[in-house]
Structure formats: structure tokens, C-alpha cells
């Protein structure tokens, strides 16, 4: 095969536990603590959420307002996402995970983090652990002096990251005919992303995706 890609869910299939509300804590102690007395709304919205009284895409929206803000200069947030992503690099990351993504390397896989987590704050931690591209949530201003809260596009998730992929691949001209791809996720929302890949791996699987890969005979991996 031509290309060989290595794709990679990054909440709970690479890090332990979820990323997003450690974001916005993390950046609303140190920009502005007096936010942290709205997290009482945050899980108001996720209430809302559930109830599907509100998408998931405007949670994220409207969770990011409260906690950063609106409106955020990149230049004074920067510091702050450099130093989550180092205490993720530290303190969240699965060895087994960290093991097979230096043996995809070495396997001569191009490696790509796809998350519906932000490209704001997944970069800097893609860096850190070596991966070659990013698929994520991008904001409306992702190239602008301004951070706003507010996404463009679609939210990097279920069958939009499936789209978002082979949009990636479009654009550097992978013919997916001639690519061979592992792609590893914990939860069943990526079954799409799964199904897609040649060698899927439930990779620390909550019960739903484990059910679905003896289903269908995909490999189970435990990074615990």
C-alpha cells in the first residue's frame, strides 16, 4: 500500500479520562478563578444536554463561554494551553497507548490524532507524543488574533470525525484504495471511523463498543 495510516481517538483511547472540562478548568483558574463559580452551570447544560434540549455541539459552545469566555485573545491564552497540554503529556496518557503509538511509527504508519476534542489544545499535545496530523474541532476563528466560542464546521464526532477523515485524506491526495489503515477508539461513537479502518482495535472499550467488537470480530485492547 501506498500511504499507511495509524488513526487515533484521543479521550480515554490515548488519555485515561476525558479532556475537555480539565480544559476549561485549567484555563479558567489561571485567566479568570472567579469562573470556576459557574461550574454549577456547566452541569446544568450537560442536564440539558442528556435531555437533548441542546446538541452537543452548542455544549461545547456555550460550556466554553462560561469558562474561558466569548471572546478570548489567543496570545494571553497560549501559555495556558501549553501548559494543560504538558500536565495531560504528565499525568493522563496510557503507557499501552504510548507503546503502540512509538510501534505504529516504527511500523512506518503516519500517525493521526481524531478527536471531537478542540484543535486549540490537541496540538500541542499531538506534538508532545509525535503524531504526524490532526482531525479535531476547529473554532469559527482558529487562524484569528481572537479564540471565540464558537464552532466551524462540524463537531469532530461519530459520523462527522468519519467525514472529517476522509475530507483529510482528500486533501492530501490519500486514495483511500491505496491506504492501509489501523484506527483504535474506546467508544461505539466511532464505529464509523472503525468500520472504515482496515484493522480496527476497541481499544479500552466502554460495554457498548465491547459488545459491538465481538459482534463483528474487531480486536479488543486493554491499555489500562
Not at 501506498?2 to 479532556?19: C, E, N, P, Q
Not at 472567579?34 to 452548542?58: D, H
Not at 456555550?62 to 494571553?76: P, T
Not at 503529556?89 to 493521526?112: E, K, P, S, W
Request: hydrophobic share 45%; proline share 4%.
Amino acid at each position: 500500500m501506498k500511504h499507511r495510516l495509524a488513526i487515533y481517538d484521543m479521550d480515554r483511547t490515548v488519555t485515561f479520562s476525558g479532556t475537555y472540562t480539565g480544559f476549561l478548568i485549567h484555563v479558567a483558574r489561571r485567566m479568570a478563578p472567579w469562573r470556576l463559580l459557574l461550574l454549577p452551570c456547566v452541569v446544568l447544560l450537560m442536564l440539558a444536554y442528556v435531555l437533548k434540549l441542546i446538541s452537543r455541539q452548542r455544549l461545547k459552545e456555550l460550556n466554553q463561554a462560561l469558562m474561558i469566555g466569548s471572546n478570548v485573545e489567543r496570545a494571553k491564552l497560549m501559555p495556558h494551553i501549553e501548559s494543560y497540554a504538558d500536565r495531560v503529556v504528565a499525568t493522563n496518557l496510557r503507557a499501552g497507548a504510548v507503546t503502540q503509538i512509538a510501534q505504529d511509527r516504527a511500523d512506518g504508519y503516519m500517525l493521526v490524532l481524531a478527536t471531537a476534542s478542540y484543535r486549540l489544545y490537541v496540538e500541542p499535545i499531538a506534538r508532545r507524543l509525535g503524531f504526524d496530523a490532526v482531525i479535531a474541532t476547529d473554532h469559527l476563528s482558529q487562524d484569528l488574533r481572537y479564540v471565540r466560542a464558537k464552532i466551524a464546521g462540524e463537531n469532530c464526532y461519530d459520523t462527522g470525525k468519519l467525514r472529517m477523515i476522509k475530507a483529510w485524506m482528500a486533501a492530501q491526495a490519500i486514495d483511500r484504495s491505496q491506504a492501509h489503515i489501523r484506527a483504535y477508539s474506546d467508544h461505539v461513537s466511532d464505529a464509523p471511523m472503525l468500520e472504515y479502518a482496515d484493522i480496527p482495535f476497541a481499544s479500552n472499550p466502554h460495554k457498548p463498543l465491547a459488545k459491538l467488537a465481538a459482534e463483528r470480530g474487531w480486536t479488543r485492547v486493554d491499555w489500562a
